[in-house]
Structures are given as structure tokens and as C-alpha cells.
């Protein structure tokens, strides 16, 4: 199973660390969309020349024109030599409209709308074709020659949708290239939730191709009793985070713990983060996340996920591993 990990720099340090971690053997490089741009730090790691394959996760597309996403996606395709993978995500509400400035509204389908679009643009550049994509949220109906950067030589980037709910996942396996399954879930919702509406959007498929399914996995990874409790502690944190919030309730509804999101909830509003953390116990790490030695992990990311795809996205929020654990990761992965 092939390991890909998050690209933790900003975008002046990007091609240094990405260099670093390439080292360790992973496979590929993701960014998430935080402090930092989601596109430079690849393009940065790109005009390096560091050999792994590279990958949003997730641009958040609603704020964004499709003609932008099209455009930055074919030139990191075209400076990576066809090995970048544009990963969208959707957000709440509070962010998109109040971070953002954007508008929100029925957000399963202004994302199947967005990926729809997306690979209208990228198809009329690749193919030749006259762009005529009409939809109820965005046009796109002119291309003059002079904006058309030609064909691709390393083909259309591969347009990607991040999903937790049934809509989402509908969505993506209706008209994404592969379906970025998000990381607050744990096997039983995978296998009861996840694959039930992947199956669902998939007898109604309009994408060419399988629907590629990328796992991601929140990792509380140490070897030692002191890095066991480091890493803990930061899967803790961002496990509250998530559960805090309303959507993601059915993910611990399904495992016994759906009335821990109201308090969670309530404390966010506080700020008491530690109380948060409190709340999060080593069953729900080990639930919702995975948890061990390099070699653990990477037998329960294989059980977990082996039947379903050829690579996993593995994160380690609030710490850091460092290179020789996600070196050994990546070897008993097999990557």
C-alpha cells in the first residue's frame, strides 16, 4: 500500500521538507488548506523536482472559480510531469460565508457542480473541444483560443472529492475521479456508511473509469511510552475538534458516543480545549483513529482499508513522528 502524507510547511520551506520526507519513502505529498495557500508550497516542491507524487487535500472549491482550479491544476500537472491529483473539499457554512466571503448553499451539489465544471474545463483543453458547460451555479461558455494552454502532455490532472455524508459521497462517486474519504470515521462507518453510498452514487456514475477510493487515516503513531503519549494527545485534540462539530455527529453516533458532540460542542464555544481533549478517551483514539508502533499502525491501516485501494493518506496532527517512524510506516506498508 502506497502512503501519502501531509506537506507540513509554508511555501518558502515547502521544497526543503518535501525533500525531507520524500526521503523516507512515502509515495506522495499532500497540503491541506490551513495557515497557508493549498496550491504554492506544491508548486514549490514541483519546480524542485522532488520525486513523489503530489495532491490537494483539500482545496476548498466553493470560494473558488472552476476556470481557477482548472488553470492551477493543469500548470502543477504540467511542472510535476503528471503527478499532481487536484483533491476538493467542501466547508461549513460559518467558514464559507464568514472566512470566505462566499455563498453556501446546498453544498453536495455546488460541489458535484464544481467537479463537474472542473473537468469541462480541463476535457475542452485536453481534447480540443468547445467549452459549453452550463449549470445552476457557474457558466463556462467561453474559451477564446488565446486562454487555451493546449493539450497536456502528461494528460488531465485527476479531479478528486473529499466526503463524509451520504450526499457528498453520492457526489463523488457520481462524477469525481476518486473519492477522498475523510479522516473523522472509523471502520464501521466506512464500511456500513461510506460504501453504501459510494455503491448508491456509483450505479449513477458519469465519470469515466473506476472511482479511485483514498482513504485517510488520523495516526497516533510513537514507539516509546513518551511518543505514545505525544501523539495521543495531539490525535485527542483534533478528534475533538471534529466531533465538535454538528455534521460529523454520525460518525459518533454509530459507534455509542453521539451525545459527547453536544459537549463538545458547547466547549468549543468556551475555548476550554483541554476540557475537549478530556472528553476524548484512548477507545475512542483507537476507534477513530490509529494507534501503535509504526508497524501496528500500518497492520491497521492494511486490515482496515487493504480490500479498497493501493494507498492511504495518513496524518499526525499536534506532532511529529519524525522521518525514521514514517520511514518505518512506509516499509511495512509496502510502499
Known amino acids: 500500500m502506497l502512503l501519502d502524507i501531509q506537506l507540513d510547511a509554508r511555501p518558502d520551506q515547502a521544497a526543503t521538507r518535501a525533500a525531507e520526507l520524500a526521503a523516507t519513502g512515502v509515495a506522495g505529498l499532500f497540503t491541506f488548506e490551513g495557515p497557508h495557500d493549498v496550491f504554492l508550497p506544491l508548486a514549490a516542491t514541483a519546480s524542485a523536482g522532488v520525486d513523489v507524487d503530489l495532491m490537494t487535500n483539500v482545496a476548498i472549491a466553493t470560494p473558488r472559480s472552476p476556470m481557477h482550479l482548472a488553470h492551477t491544476a493543469w500548470d502543477l500537472q504540467l511542472m510535476s510531469g503528471g503527478r499532481f491529483r487536484l483533491g476538493l473539499g467542501s466547508q461549513i457554512k460559518p467558514h464559507v460565508e464568514k472566512r470566505y466571503g462566499a455563498t453556501w448553499s446546498k453544498p453536495a451539489a455546488r460541489m458535484r457542480e464544481a467537479v463537474l465544471a472542473t473537468k469541462a474545463i480541463l476535457r ?138 453536544p459537549q463538545l460542542n458547547a466547549l468549543s464555544k468556551t475555548g476550554d480545549v483541554m476540557a475537549m481533549i478530556d472528553l476524548v478517551t484512548v477507545p475512542m483514539v483507537e476507534t477513530l483513529a490509529v494507534r501503535g508502533t509504526p508497524e501496528e499502525c500500518a497492520a491497521e491501516l492494511l486490515r482496515r482499508f487493504g480490500d479498497l485501494t493501493d494507498r492511504v493518506c495518513c496524518y499526525f496532527p499536534g506532532y511529529d513522528p519524525g522521518t525514521a517512524q514514517v520511514a518505518a510506516l512506509a516499509t511495512a506498508l509496502g510502499t
Open 124 to 261: 475542452a483543453w485536453q481534447d480540443g473541444t468547445r467549452l459549453d458547460f452550463r449549470g445552476e451555479f457557474t457558466q463556462h461558455t467561453l474559451m477564446p483560443p488565446t486562454f487555451v494552454p493546449g493539450p497536456n502532455p502528461h494528460g488531465a490532472p485527476p479531479v478528486l472529492l473529499g466526503a463524509l455524508g451520504p450526499l457528498m459521497t453520492r457526489a463523488a462517486a457520481e462524477v469525481a475521479d476518486g473519492l477522498l474519504v475523510m479522516p473523522f470515521h472509523s471502520h464501521r462507518h466506512v464500511r456500513e456508511r461510506t460504501l453504501a453510498a459510494v455503491a448508491e452514487g456509483t450505479r449513477e456514475r458519469e465519470a469515466d473509469g473506476d472511482l479511485a477510493i483514498y482513504p485517510q487515516a488520523i495516526v497516533a503513531m510513537g514507539r516509546t511510552p513518551e511518543e505514545q503519549e505525544a501523539a495521543d494527545l495531539g490525535v485527542r485534540g483534533l478528534l475533538a475538534f471534529y466531533g465538535s462539530t454538528p455534521a460529523y455527529r454520525p460518525v459518533l453516533d454509530i459507534e455509542g458516543w453521539g451525545d459527547l458532540q
